[in-house]
């Protein structure tokens, strides 16, 4: 039988927003005033007190958090930054473009860092570790803490699929120096366009951010150090301003969807990690690891179920890294989870039957081969 | 009477039909790299008569990834003017490359007499800066860089429809960089940059630097950005473009206007407009005695009259390291002395110009 539960519903979502959204742009349109203004602060003031951290500046994207983020935090040319191989590519590329060299380890069975083995990472070098929040469920921010302190090294988290995770009721991104977000449209807050920001708790990070992501610029005239240009645009920031609000309601039905995945889905064939009570998970994808993994995507394909895989290839193996010197082999749980995982849909806007569908055609395709 | 110098709240008061293209598009979806962008590029791509248009996020990034595609990189010496804005030195140090100046001259752009100077053994790349629409005179650069066999990315940023024998800026060289920020010629409501060439190799490099080096959705070639042109400022774009012609047009002809009035006033030096030149008047300066004076007594009177710039990029405490003193480029440093601009864009009445005119004669009576 074929079904319709596509990975994501972008058209859904104007659908529900459309009265509202139509009135921002306008709102915008009129306004003439495209480029930084109240609408940015305002949006920024909002996730300031959502992530309860001091600071948020608005950016064009989340790789651009990462840059300036790094480059903020002091981080350059031959410094050291440890980061896990298994995350979109952007972490890395962020680390490289400022001329710092990614130091990767290897993850748990929960896609996140392993942080008992990111001690042995650790050389004369580094200068940051950079734990990614995969999935939306947060890497182990304690320990991750109490090494970078004992290290004295900074922590700068990709928060990039994580907003409104929760460790041990502390916000994704307000636990090290600096947390980076996106907001491209396919994030749980998301954007009609790329935009990202960054929030801390330092000032002087904050500052310096807001002076990198427009040229550098202190004043009309004065250039301190060079910059880049990286603002979120006027339009984008009501758009998200607006979403925020209901960012609670987004996260529950995820965790409505995936608690409904996790009754679900048959334990014989499907991994997923256990919940961990210090971690309160968003969802941003719901992944499972399986056995024949692109004969599972493939059925669901063919039957009307659309899925993602993030990631088929890990960073180390990618062409872009063969400058860092990595081979096959060097992370075994990433390329091990590489070949199983497989993101189901989990966005707001499916039914409680279009999970049961998905949950029981996985389990029909693992039970027809036996 | 005001005189403003932002015209975006008159640009965008009767755009009914662009409303009603925002509207369809929004319902779509299709924010990253969607149709409306591949639609904006071919119709940038035709304007300019180049092969490939690549929409990306902003006229910095546009010079930036260019040079990137070229292979500048970490101790790469890059040529550029001394006056420009701080953009064009952005993004050659952000690919840590290492700027080296040349003084402009009085349209504004590199004096390239004085080019072959400023070349070393490190020398990579040149990255002339189309300014204030005026351009450079790629007819003298292009022989020095093909005999120092260096790369050239045009910084046509300010200068779109700008042209020298009717040959248009960005499309002398590899690559040619274009912003579409609010306050350029042709603009949407957000940062935005083009880059246009007709090497096919280069476009697909800068297709990749653009998207995270994502040859397809698992693939990452090269380690790349993210900098897409954001799909719905396209659709700005695509409403937009149609005009970019009429705009030249109405600015060159708002510059005449401004030109024979102040031709009047001993006080007021007009640039020199050569005939091969087509210059597009992103802003319209001229030189003025007593500068100062001058710009704060027509504020005053409610004319949003600017300077670009009142500190040259090579003295900024940014460049320190480079260890350049005032006096090291002398034309760029008089003009900071004496360049004043006014408001000359589409939407600028005859009125508010000859207010502007009066204003100025008046101070010097």
Redesign the interface.
């Known amino acids: 039988m074929k079904v319709n539960v596509p990975y994501i519903n972008l058209p859904m979502q104007w659908k529900a927003e459309r009265e509202f959204l139509l009135l921002i742009i306008e709102d915008v349109m009129s306004s003439g005033d495209f480029i930084g203004g109240a609408r940015v602060e305002g949006f920024e003031h909002s996730v300031s007190a959502l992530c309860e951290t001091d600071f948020c500046v608005a950016l064009n994207s989340g790789t651009d958090a990462l840059v300036t983020g790094l480059v903020a935090m002091g981080i350059g040319r031959g410094d050291e930054v440890i980061t896990p191989p298994n995350s979109f590519v952007a972490s890395t590329a962020a680390i490289s473009h400022i001329g710092a060299v990614p130091v990767f380890v290897d993850v748990v069975s929960d896609q996140s860092i392993d942080a008992s083995k990111i001690e042995a990472a650790i050389t004369k070098k580094t200068k940051a570790i950079m734990p990614v929040h995969l999935t939306g469920r947060m890497a182990q921010m304690d320990t991750i803490m109490e090494i970078a302190d004992h290290f004295k090294i900074g922590v700068i988290e990709d928060s990039a699929q994580s907003i409104g995770s929760k460790f041990n009721t502390k916000s994704s991104g307000s636990i090290g120096q600096v947390g980076c977000f996106s907001t491209h449209p396919l994030k749980n807050l998301n954007a009609c366009g790329d935009g990202g920001f960054l929030i801390t708790n330092n000032r002087d990070i904050a500052d310096r951010v807001r002076s990198l992501r427009n040229h550098g610029l202190l004043d009309r005239n004065t250039v301190k150090e060079f910059g880049y240009v990286s603002r979120m645009d006027a339009l984008q920031a009501s758009i998200l301003t607006y979403r925020l609000n209901k960012l609670e309601s987004v996260t529950s039905k995820r965790q409505h969807n995936a608690s409904l995945y996790d009754e679900l889905l048959d334990r014989e064939y499907c991994f997923t990690p256990e919940p961990d009570s210090k971690i309160f998970n968003t969802y941003h994808t719901y992944v499972i690891q399986v056995s024949n993994r692109d004969g599972l995507q493939r059925y669901l394909t063919e039957r009307g179920i659309g899925t993602a895989i993030h990631y088929p290839i890990p960073i180390h193996l990618q062409p872009a890294a063969k400058n860092l010197g990595y081979k096959l082999g060097d992370f075994p749980v990433t390329e091990s989870q590489a070949g199983k995982i497989l993101s189901l849909p989990i966005h707001q806007f499916l039914k409680d039957s279009d999970i049961e569908t998905v949950a029981s055609t996985v389990n029909k395709f693992f039970r027809e081969a036996e | 009477m005001k005189v403003r110098y932002?015209y975006?709240?008159q640009?965008?008061e009767n755009?009914d039909d662009l409303?009603e293209q925002?509207?369809s598009f929004?319902?779509?979806?299709d924010?990253?790299l969607g149709k409306p962008l591949t639609e904006f590029e071919q119709k940038f791509a035709q304007l300019m008569g180049s092969k490939h248009a690549i929409g990306v996020?902003?006229?910095?990034?546009a010079i930036k990834l260019a040079l990137k595609a070229k292979g500048i990189g970490?101790g790469d010496e890059v040529i550029t003017a001394a006056n420009t804005f701080?953009?064009t030195?952005?993004a050659i140090?952000?690919l840590?490359a290492i700027p080296v100046f040349v003084d402009c001259n009085d349209t504004f752009c590199m004096n390239v007499d004085l080019l072959e100077n400023a070349i070393t053994s490190k020398t990579k790349a040149i990255v002339p800066v189309h300014f204030t629409g005026y351009m450079t005179d790629m007819r003298k650069l292009l022989p020095i860089a093909q005999k120092y066999n260096l790369v050239v990315v045009e910084d046509a940023c300010q200068s779109i429809l700008g042209a020298i024998d009717g040959k248009k800026a960005g499309t002398w060289s590899s690559a040619g960089a274009f912003s579409l920020?609010?306050l350029k010629n042709l603009n949407v409501?957000?940062?935005g940059g083009v880059i246009i060439t007709d090497d096919d190799h280069l476009d697909q490099q800068l297709r990749l630097l653009r998207n995270?080096?994502?040859?397809d959705r698992?693939?990452?070639?090269?380690?790349?950005?993210?900098s897409?042109l954001?799909?719905?400022?396209a659709v700005v774009g695509n409403w937009l473009i149609p005009q970019t012609v009429s705009i030249a047009e109405a600015r060159i002809k708002n510059a005449a206007y401004y030109d024979k009035n102040f031709k009047t006033i001993g006080q007021i030096i007009i640039p020199p407009r050569p005939k091969d030149f087509n210059i597009v008047y992103h802003l319209y300066i001229v030189f003025a005695k007593q500068r100062e004076e001058l710009l704060k007594y027509c504020l005053s009177r409610g004319i949003e009259a600017k300077v670009h710039?009142?500190?040259p990029?090579y003295r900024?405490?940014?460049?320190a390291h480079l260890g350049h003193k005032e006096g090291d480029f002398p034309v760029t440093d008089e003009h900071t002395h004496k360049i004043i601009t006014f408001p000359c864009d589409q939407h600028i009445s005859k009125n508010e110009m000859d207010y502007v005119i009066q204003t100025v004669s008046n101070f010097y009576k």
């Open positions: 932002s975006l709240k640009q965008f755009a409303w925002l509207k929004v319902s779509t979806g924010f990253t996020n902003s006229g910095t990034d970490f701080v953009a030195v952005g140090m952000e840590g920020h609010p409501w957000s940062d995270h080096g994502m040859v698992d693939t990452i070639g090269i380690m790349g950005y993210n897409r954001d799909t719905i400022q710039y009142p500190v990029i900024q405490p940014a460049l």
